[in-house]
């Protein structure tokens, strides 16, 4: 047994995976021998979950009678909408919100009960009925509370579409359709990051699906991880709300000791090949709408932290503005997240069932030490 301490478990092998390769030097990122950059701009988001569940892209057939079986289990039971409506009076922040309807979905899954957890069909089930519900999950808490009537899913639009949909009441554009399945496309798996570790983890124990991706969602909503992305909106509004120069905004953030969202990752030690191609999709954007200033604080602040502290962008980098300038709220952009990532979680926790060993590290003992008890009167 070693004795060797690797705080944060950082560069600990602990499991093999066929599903996505990082390459941190290169800058490079593969879902199962994919390189992102090619799957990106053409594959939808239903393409790459059927590649992370099934191993390989789909034919057309294949593609067709998978989103149509997604698409079908979108609905909400009325148990789960009554549940999401008391959240958004109770004004829950959203990723809690999630979590929580997460949870209960359970409660209506008909495979819930599934005598073995680790069951492959009722898993791909499950992980279905997961990934289609969250849209409607998240869009219809927007909407309550915000005082708006719930939109019904659409079966005939595709996954990013129906979600935009859902969340404005109007069909988008193709333009925002697009940009918003490659955001999907880009989010939706990442190795054994913090969430996806902590779905294995929970799945490890042979405990089920809706309780892995559970875990998941709580791990993702910290501020170190998904939470990341509101948090360079936040930023970049309170920049401009500061009326100082991007660059003199950070650098006075970090002698105040602040860390800058969205910079820095524990795997790459270049620029993040999906901030790359989001910041290039936040630039157009830009153009489009007339508007620069967001993308243009945020090349001061790549900058400026490039020369400074040697850091990169990371994907919740670019996203930030991206989804700004597409209009969505804010304190969604990790829900979002969650919404793409579970792709990746489903298939991270089919891959742990099929040669599942107990996930338990261990810690050093640092604390006291033959200490002599007293009972709690005599303390
Ligand atoms: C989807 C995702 O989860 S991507 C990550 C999203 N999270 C963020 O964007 C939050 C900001 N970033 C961070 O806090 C970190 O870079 C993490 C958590 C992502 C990675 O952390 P780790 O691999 O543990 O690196 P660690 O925290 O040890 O940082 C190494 C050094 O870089 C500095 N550093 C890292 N990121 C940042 C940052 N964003 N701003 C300022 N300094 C930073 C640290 O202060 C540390 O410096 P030190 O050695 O002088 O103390
Ligand atoms: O991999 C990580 O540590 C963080 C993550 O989820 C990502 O970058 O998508």
Do not use: C
Not at 213 to 226: D, K, P, Q, R, Y
Request: a negative charge.
């Amino acid at each position: 047994m070693s004795d060797e301490l690797k705080r944060g478990l950082e560069g600990v092998l602990v499991a093999e995976s066929e599903l996505s390769h990082i390459d941190g030097d290169a800058g490079e990122l593969v879902y199962r021998g994919y390189a992102i950059e090619d799957l990106a701009p053409d594959a939808s988001y239903e393409e790459v979950v059927y590649l992370l569940w099934h191993g390989e892209l789909p034919t057309r057939e294949e593609l067709d009678e998978f989103s149509e079986k997604m698409s079908k289990e979108r609905e909400l039971d009325d148990g789960v909408l009554a549940e999401i409506r008391e959240l958004a009076e109770a004004d829950e922040v959203p990723m809690a919100a999630l979590r929580t309807v997460v949870s209960s979905l359970s409660a209506y899954d008909e495979d819930a009960d599934h005598e073995d957890v680790t069951d492959l069909e009722a898993n791909v089930r499950k992980g279905r009925r997961i990934t289609a519900k969250i849209p409607t999950a998240l869009a219809a808490f927007n909407r309550l509370r915000n005082g708006e009537d719930v939109v019904s899913p659409r079966q005939d639009l595709g996954h990013a579409a129906n979600f935009l949909y859902m969340l404005n009441g109007e069909e988008p554009d193709e333009v925002l359709a697009d940009t918003f399945d490659m955001a999907l496309v880009l989010h939706a798996d990442h190795g054994l990051n913090a969430s996806t570790f902590s779905a294995m983890v929970t799945a490890s124990t042979l405990s089920d699906m809706h309780s892995a991706v559970t875990s998941a969602v709580g791990t993702l909503a910290g501020s170190l991880h998904g939470g990341a992305n509101a948090n360079v909106m936040s930023m970049l509004k309170e920049i401009d709300d500061s009326d100082k120069d991007p660059k003199k905004w950070v650098q006075d953030a970090l002698e105040g000791g602040r860390r800058v969202p969205g910079f820095g990752h524990r795997v790459y030690n270049v620029k993040d090949p999906r901030a790359v191609i989001l910041g290039e999709k936040s630039e157009e954007l830009g153009e489009a709408a007339g508007d620069m200033k967001w993308y243009d604080y945020s090349v001061a602040i790549e900058e400026y932290i490039g020369e400074e502290k040697g850091l990169a962008p990371n994907v919740d980098f670019y996203s930030a503005s991206t989804y700004y300038q597409m209009g969505i709220p804010v304190d969604i952009y990790t829900p979002i997240f969650a919404m793409s990532r579970v792709g990746g979680w489903v298939a991270h926790v089919i891959e742990q069932y099929e040669d599942n060993r107990l996930i338990r590290p261990r810690a050093r003992y640092v604390g006291d030490e033959d200490r002599t008890f007293a009972p709690v009167d005599e303390r």
